[in-house]
């Protein structure tokens, strides 16, 4: 068994990897067209600091999609590593890790805070035009919620008085912010709706997404 950080983990050299790491963030993803479910995401981090993007095919999330929970630690073995050949990619990595029917999986005694908990890498919005149709990789945010309809929502940069930006959702989004859900959120918490989107592709009139954090904060 090769026992490694993520920084020794090479494509294509074997599926006999080990690796201790934390679930910073954990999600599914969809095909925007379809609604159908690709794969369940993951970013993993590694105690030495580095994290990586994980996925688990389709067909295999009946074995797998319920053994994760954000923040906790985990062993896994028995996985391949494979180079992207595709855009979308959710870190700055050439790499990832993909799941196998052998790929097993057990809570690990390393405690969490020895891991980077949350990993983001945000684009500052004055940035955000440079990003447009360029969907190698996928863009994360965090803005404050101002205005929100039935087409689309209204995020304000958090920095600066930049004018903000046009957030649309589709599919299951949709139901799950609702305008319902928001207001009860706002009011429970009497503070700013801060937002984080994560794993974004961007076009000219705004961003769409595939996965929506939020979070609140005086």
């Known amino acids: 068994m090769n026992r490694a950080s993520i920084s020794d983990l090479r494509a294509y050299f074997t599926n006999n990897w080990q690796v201790d790491v934390l679930v910073s963030r954990a999600w599914t993803s969809f095909n925007p067209k379809t609604n159908r479910i690709l794969s369940f995401d993951m970013i993993l981090s590694h105690a030495q600091g580095s994290s990586i993007h994980a996925k688990i095919p389709s067909n295999l999330l009946r074995l797998f999609q319920n053994a994760f929970k954000e923040g906790c630690v985990y062993r896994i073995r028995k996985f391949v590593v ?46 955000l035009a440079d990003r447009v149709s360029d969907d190698k990789y996928l ?12 087409v689309q929502y209204q995020l304000e940069s958090v920095s600066s008085c930049n004018p903000g930006v046009n957030v649309s959702l589709w599919g299951h989004l949709v139901d799950q912010f609702s305008d319902g859900y928001i207001r009860r959120i706002a009011k429970k918490y009497s503070c700013y709706y801060f937002v984080i989107l994560q794993s974004s592709i961007l076009q000219g009139y705004g961003v769409m997404f595939y996965k929506f954090n939020d979070n609140c904060g005086d």
């Open 139 to 150: 863009t994360n945010v965090i803005g404050v919620l101002r205005e929100w309809g039935s």
């Open 82 to 127: 494979h180079k992207y050949s595709t855009m979308y990619r959710p870190l700055r990595c050439d790499i990832f890790i993909q799941f196998l029917y052998s790929t097993s999986i057990t809570t690990c005694p390393t405690h969490p805070s020895v891991f980077r908990r949350y990993v983001f890498d945000f684009l500052p919005f004055n940035l």
